[in-house]
């Protein structure tokens, strides 16, 4: 079977896991929603790594750590196509910092 191509933004955001992420924040399934998340963003990094210029970002990172150009995330992390994610993510925290501090307040 030929590889499968790398993630897109657009087709991560218009993916299942998005849309379940998106229903279940809706439904106050806060939980839920970031595991949902966190599952999609570990498995599109794996995705990521594996697919074409995978190992050829790991050597990159090997060569760069050797120089001392730490930069941060690796690029994998970096990726366009993890950013709807990203963004549900952090959605997904903020309405639940909220939501404690409403109960914490009541």
């Given at each position: 079977?030929p590889?499968?191509?790398?993630?897109?933004?657009?087709?991560?955001?218009s993916?299942r896991?998005?849309?379940v992420?998106r229903?279940?924040?809706?439904?106050?399934?806060?939980?839920?929603a970031?595991?949902?998340?966190?599952?999609?963003?570990?498995?599109?990094r794996?995705?990521?790594?594996?697919?074409?210029g995978g190992?050829?970002r790991?050597?990159?990172?090997?060569?760069?750590?050797?120089?001392g150009?730490?930069?941060?995330?690796?690029?994998?992390?970096?990726?366009?196509?993890?950013?709807?994610?990203?963004y549900?993510?952090?959605?997904?925290?903020?309405?639940?910092v909220?939501?404690?501090?409403?109960?914490?307040?009541?």
């Amino acid at each position: 079977a030929p590889p499968a191509a790398p993630p897109t933004y657009l087709a991560t955001r218009s993916s299942r896991a998005c849309a379940v992420s998106r229903r279940l924040l809706a439904d106050g399934q806060l939980e839920e929603a970031l595991e949902t998340i966190g599952m999609a963003l570990d498995l599109s990094r794996r995705i990521l790594d594996a697919g074409p210029g995978g190992k050829e970002r790991e050597e990159k990172e090997k060569e760069e750590e050797t120089e001392g150009e730490e930069d941060g995330a690796p690029p994998s992390e970096l990726h366009e196509s993890l950013g709807p994610l990203y963004y549900l993510y952090g959605t997904t925290l903020l309405y639940s910092v909220e939501e404690s501090d409403a109960m914490m307040a009541a």
